[in-house]
């Protein structure tokens, strides 16, 4: 299955680097991890998120296709 980044209140290039690739799930698994690095900065701000697209699985079904990551405020 492919997933990818898409905006939310948080920006790509300004708040985290955008991502996307393929998850594979060996038989049994039903979570899997996607990294999206988060671009730092020292500005307090409330905090952002940003989405995670799912497309195209194979032999399976998505009880959703949209997820959605926090980026949690940590400057003073």
């Not at 905006?7 to 290039?13: H, M, V």
């Not at 699985?57 to 997820?67: K, R, V």
């Amino acid at each position: 299955m492919q997933w990818a980044t898409n905006d939310g209140t948080a920006f790509e290039g300004v708040d985290y680097v955008s991502g996307q690739d393929t998850l594979s799930f060996p038989a049994g698994f039903t979570a899997r991890l996607a990294g999206v690095q988060v671009v730092g900065d020292t500005v307090s701000e409330p905090s952002e998120f940003f989405f995670v697209n799912l497309a195209n699985p194979t032999n399976a079904t998505l009880a959703d296709d949209e997820g959605r990551a926090t980026i949690l405020n940590d400057d003073g």
